[in-house]
C-alpha cells in the first residue's frame, strides 16, 4: 500500500471522531451538541462537569498514553531491527511494576506514590538493561540486538520479583498492585494528564529528531558505520529515548499491552515507512486505539469497568493473526 | 585515494591477525580489486575502513587523511561503502533508502536541500534504477537490490567507493551487468575499491589486483601479473589452468578436476 499525503487527514479526523465519541459517550452520555457546548463552557453544569472534568481529561489521557507507546514502539521496532520488539519487552514493563509493587507493600497507595514509583522503577530497569547488555558486550562490539536480550533478562528478573513479593504480601495489597498492572485510564487527572504530554512532547519530539538514525539503524550496524553513525552509541540512545516515553505512560496509566507492539505495524500496513512519519502516524494510531480499547472497557460491561490492558489486547490479537496471515 | 599501509588487524579472543601488514592503493579512475579465499581478510580490510575493526597497526587514509583522524561524518563523505551484508528490518521505499546516503551531508535539523534531491536523482540513474524509486525495497530482485545499494553508495557523492562482494547471488547477467557498472564508474572518476573472491571477472574488469591469501599480500599487480597458474595453485591449494578470454584476451582462471583414482 503506498501511503498518499490525505491519509494524514484520515489519521487526525479518526482520532478526533473516536475522541469526541469518547467524551460523549458513557454512564451518563452526552449529546454532541452537549460534548461541544460544555467545551465551550456553556450548557448545563452536569454536562460541563462531566465533560471538562470527568470524560475530558480521560480521553486526552487514554490518547496521550497510546500515542506514547505507539511512537516508542516504532523507534524501537526499527533501531533494534526486531518487528517484534515493543517497550514493555525492555524491562520497562517489570521495572514499573516492582516499584509499584514495593510502594503498595509499604502501604503507600496514593496515587501520586505509586505514580512516582512506577516510573522510577522502569527507569532503573532500563538502566539496568543497559548494564547487562555492556556486561554482554565485554567492551567489543555488539550486535544492538542484544539490548532486546537484556530488556528480556531484566524484564524476567522483575516478574519473580514481584511473585515473590506478592506471595508473602496481605491480600489487599495484591489486589491493588494486580489492579495497577492491568492499567486504566480511570485516574486520569489534569496534572497528571499535563504531565504525561510534557514528557511525550520532549520524548516524541527526541524520536523525530533521530529519525533519520533510526532509520540508517535499519540498515543494520555495517551499513550505518558506512554512513557515518556509531551503531552502539545511537541505538542506545534511541532505546533510552523510546524507554523513557513508555515509562511515563507506564507511570501515568499502568500497563497497556500490545499496543506498542501492534501499532507501529498498524502504520507500516499503511505505508508509512520512513521513521519520521512512521512514529507519527503511530501515535496517531495509538491514540485513536487506545481511547477506543477504553471507551469499549468502561461501557460494554457497565457498570463493571474491564481492565484497559486487557481490551487493548484482545483488539490486538485478531490484528496480528491476520498479519502472520499474509506473511505465510 | 584509498591508501592501506602497513596494515594489521586481530580480532579479540582469535589467534593471529586477520590482517597482517598489508599495503595496497586504489587510486581515483581506477577499479582496484581485493580477491582472495574466504577468510583471507578482505572484508576485515574493509571493516577497519569504516571503523568496525581497530586497526592493530599501519593505517587506512582516504586522500591524505588516516581515518582513524576524520570524524565519521567526514570519513562517510569521503568514501561510501557498500558492505557484503545488509539484511533491512522493515521494506523502505527505494528513492528513500537511496536518500539515506545523504546522511553524511544533512544538516542540524537532518532536512533535505536540494541538492540532496539532485544527488539522489542523480545515483538512482547513475546505477540504472531511475524506474525503481517508487517500489518497496522488499520488491526488488536480487540484481536491482544490489543496484539500489550502490545508488545509495553513490548519493554519498564520495571520491572513493568500496564495495565488499557485490555480486554474490546473482546470476551471469546481473554480475556482469554491475561490473559494467563499476568499470564506468572508475572511468568516471572514482576510485572503485572491488572486494570479490570472483578471480575471473575481476581478471576482466579491474586496473590492478591485490591478491591477499591469510592475512597478507600474496601479489599484485595488473591482471596478466597476477594470474598466473604457479602463483594461484600455491595460494588455492587446487589445480589450475589460465585460458584467454576469447573477447579482450583477458587471462581467466580454470580449476582442475581432480584426477580420479591416481
Redesign the interface.
Known amino acids: 500500500m503506498?501511503f498518499r499525503g490525505w491519509y494524514w487527514l484520515l489519521l487526525i479526523a479518526s482520532l478526533l471522531i473516536v475522541a469526541t465519541i469518547g467524551i460523549a459517550y458513557g454512564a451518563a452520555s452526552v449529546s454532541l451538541g452537549g460534548v461541544f457546548a460544555a467545551l465551550h463552557g456553556s450548557g448545563d453544569p452536569t454536562s460541563i462537569a462531566i465533560v471538562r472534568d470527568l470524560r475530558l481529561p480521560r480521553v486526552v489521557l487514554g490518547a496521550l498514553v497510546g500515542a506514547g507507546l505507539g511512537a516508542s514502539g516504532a523507534a524501537l521496532?526499527?533501531s533494534l531491527?526486531?518487528?517484534l520488539a515493543e517497550p514493555y519487552l525492555l524491562g520497562v514493563s517489570g521495572g514499573a511494576a516492582v516499584g509499584a509493587v514495593i510502594v503498595f507493600a509499604l502501604g503507600f497507595s496514593s496515587d501520586g506514590a505509586v505514580t512516582v514509583a512506577a516510573f522510577v522503577g522502569s527507569v532503573a530497569a532500563v538502566i539496568l538493561a543497559l548494564a547487562v547488555s555492556r556486561v554482554g558486550a565485554r567492551?567489543?562490539?555488539v550486535d544492538l540486538r542484544t539490548l532486546l536480550v537484556a530488556g528480556v533478562i531484566v524484564g524476567a528478573f522483575a516478574n519473580a520479583t514481584i511473585m515473590v513479593a506478592l506471595a508473602s504480601a496481605e491480600p489487599n495489597t495484591v489486589r491493588g498492585a494486580l489492579f495497577w498492572m492491568m492499567g486504566s485510564a480511570a485516574d486520569a487527572t489534569w496534572p497528571r494528564v499535563i504531565w504525561l504530554a510534557l514528557s511525550i512532547a520532549i520524548a516524541g519530539g527526541a524520536l523525530i529528531?533521530w529519525?533519520?538514525?533510526i532509520?540508517?539503524l535499519?540498515?543494520?550496524?555495517?551499513?550505518a558505520?558506512?554512513?557515518?553513525?556509531?551503531a552502539e552509541r545511537s541505538g542506545r540512545r534511541i532505546f533510552l529515548i523510546a524507554a523513557l516515553l513508555a515509562a511515563a505512560t507506564v507511570a501515568a496509566a499502568g500497563l497497556i499491552g500490545f499496543v506498542g507492539l501492534v501499532v507501529p505495524h498498524m502504520a507500516?500496513r499503511l505505508g508509512l515507512?520512513?521513521h519520521r512519519q512512521l512514529v507519527l502516524g503511530a501515535a496517531l494510531i495509538g491514540a485513536t486505539l487506545v481511547i477506543a480499547a477504553d471507551l469499549a472497557a468502561r461501557t460494554v460491561a457497565a457498570p463493571t469497568e474491564l481492565p484497559l490492558g486487557a481490551i487493548t489486547a484482545l483488539l490486538g490479537v485478531p490484528f496480528f493473526l491476520v498479519q502472520l496471515r499474509r506473511a505465510t | 585515494m584509498i591508501s592501506v599501509a602497513d596494515l594489521v588487524v586481530s580480532y579479540p579472543r582469535a589467534p593471529g591477525n586477520a590482517v597482517d601488514g598489508v599495503s595496497f592503493d586504489a587510486a581515483a579512475g581506477k577499479l582496484t580489486a581485493l580477491a582472495g579465499p574466504n577468510g583471507s581478510g578482505k572484508s576485515s580490510i574493509v571493516r577497519a575502513m569504516i571503523r568496525r575493526a581497530d586497526i592493530t597497526s599501519g593505517s587506512v587514509t582516504v586522500a591524505g587523511t588516516d581515518v582513524r583522524l576524520l570524524p565519521p561524518g567526514e570519513l562517510a563523505r569521503r568514501v561510501a561503502v557498500v558492505p557484503q551484508r545488509e539484511d533491512a528490518a522493515f521494506p523502505i521505499q527505494v528513492r528513500e533508502y537511496v536518500a539515506l546516503g545523504r546522511y553524511p551531508h544533512l544538516g542540524l535539523w537532518r532536512a533535505a536541500s536540494k541538492v540532496d534531491e539532485d544527488a539522489v536523482t542523480d545515483a538512482l540513474e547513475q546505477a540504472g534504477v531511475s524506474k525503481l524509486g517508487d517500489r518497496d525495497t522488499d520488491a526488488l530482485s536480487g540484481g536491482e537490490w544490489q543496484r539500489v545499494r550502490i545508488a545509495r553508495a553513490l548519493a554519498q557523492k564520495a571520491p572513493a567507493l568500496v564495495l565488499d562482494e557485490p555480486t554474490t547471488f546473482l546470476d551471469v547477467a546481473h554480475e556482469m551487468a554491475i561490473f559494467e557498472l563499476l568499470s564506468s564508474l572508475a572511468r568516471s572518476g572514482l576510485a572503485v575499491l572491488l572486494v570479490s573472491h570472483q578471480l575471473n571477472l575481476v581478471a576482466r574488469f579491474a586496473d590492478t589486483i591485490v591478491l591477499l591469501t591469510e592475512g597478507k599480500v600474496a601479489t599484485s599487480g595488473a591482471p596478466a601479473e597476477v594470474m598466473r597458474a604457479d602463483r594461484l595453485e600455491a595460494i588455492y591449494g587446487w589445480p589450475v589452468v589460465i585460458t584467454r578470454d576469447p573477447a579482450i584476451g583477458a587471462p581467466a582462471l580454470v580449476p582442475l578436476r581432480r584426477p580420479r583414482n591416481l
Open positions: 503506498r521496532q526499527g531491527r526486531n518487528p567492551g567489543s562490539r529528531y529519525a533519520r538514525e532509520d540508517v535499519a540498515l543494520g550496524e555495517e551499513t558505520a558506512s554512513l557515518g553513525i556509531d507500516r515507512r520512513a
